[in-house]
């Protein structure tokens, strides 16, 4: 099921990620799809020595959150202060792995409500900028969930009521410039999108677990508007917990080059193949040469 390559692959001019992946003890890891304009390597995010250089123009990412949800190979039930631990070591790596003009958009939740109120997004900004990430604003995704609330707290008393915004964040910074001056410069979106997007609350419906087969997948219109807002054709689109391939199905259908890494091989076997179905990447080209014509 899972290839073991031993060969890099070289881009185009622009783009080598040659190189990109490092030896793990003599042998390489493993890609469940090694395209040009994809990668999905199984791999841990928190493993630093994973990716030998800088590559990526664009992080788009949701981490585990740390609510207990029943992932196959992540403990999702740390205690506070180890899944700040977990949290600075991939958002550092993520920070190593990032061109100087890298972005990075990380979807949290505002608050943590279950097992103790705490501050998620605030605390996860607080870590990206002690990494050296620095912070330059945060969309508020109102996901539409109107759900059957049970926790409230004190009922109709002031004694001790449960405040719950339902919605996540979309916080974004970057590396070391906020102004683009690398890639190909060339943006692909319209105006429409411009001035609706950069209206910092962004309201769509999140996405059925049922119907992707994975416990928290973001919906395709999350890593759609961060590509075309922030990153030009032809960048490098990073996730480092791919999930079921959100990311790099919207990486490859916008013409960016998307690497995604995800822990998890069933996860990995679930990405690949909504890749095939809602991608064009594996589809049979068309050959109009004069030979197969006639
Ligand atoms: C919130 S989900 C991401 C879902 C994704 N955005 C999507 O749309 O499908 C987090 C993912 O991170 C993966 N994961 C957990 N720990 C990891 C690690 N150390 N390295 C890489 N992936 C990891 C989990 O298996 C899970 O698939």
């Not at 949800?69 to 180890?82: A, F, P, Q, R, V």
């Not at 919207?250 to 998890?264: K, W």
């Amino acid at each position: 099921m899972v290839k073991i390559k031993t060969k890099y692959k070289v881009m185009d001019d622009n783009t080598k990620l040659t190189g990109l992946v490092k030896e793990k003890k003599g042998r390489y890891l493993n890609f469940h799809i090694e395209e040009k304009n994809l990668y999905l390597i199984q791999g841990d995010a928190l493993e630093k020595d994973l990716f030998k250089k800088e590559f990526s123009d664009l992080i788009i990412t949701s981490p585990p959150y740390n609510v207990d949800i029943k992932y196959n190979s992540h403990k999702d039930d740390l205690t506070y202060d180890e899944y700040l631990e977990f949290s600075e070591k991939w958002i550092y790596n993520c920070f190593k792995w990032s061109k100087p003009q890298g972005r990075f958009a990380l979807n949290c939740p505002l608050d943590k409500n279950k097992g103790g109120q705490q501050s998620v997004g605030a605390d996860l900004t607080t870590i990206a900028k002690k990494v050296g990430w620095k912070y330059h604003s945060t969309i508020i995704w109102n996901e539409g969930n109107i759900s059957r609330r049970t926790a409230w707290g004190s009922w109709l008393s002031a004694s001790a009521p449960f405040v719950i915004a339902p919605v996540e964040l979309i916080i974004v910074f970057y590396k070391e410039q906020w102004k683009k001056t690398s890639g190909t410069r060339k943006s692909d979106i319209s105006r429409d999108e411009f001035i609706e997007w950069t209206n910092a609350v962004w309201s769509f419906n999140g996405e059925s677990k049922k119907r992707i087969g994975h416990p928290a997948p973001f919906p395709r219109e999350l890593p759609y508007r961060l590509i075309k807002l922030f990153s030009y054709v032809g960048d490098v689109i990073f996730d480092p917990f791919a999930g079921s391939g959100t990311t790099l199905i919207e990486a490859v259908n916008n013409n960016r080059i998307g690497v995604g890494l995800e822990i998890d091989p069933h996860y990995c076997e679930i990405a690949k193949k909504r890749i095939i179905n809602e991608t064009s990447l594996f589809a049979p080209k068309l050959d109009l040469t004069e030979k197969n014509y006639a």
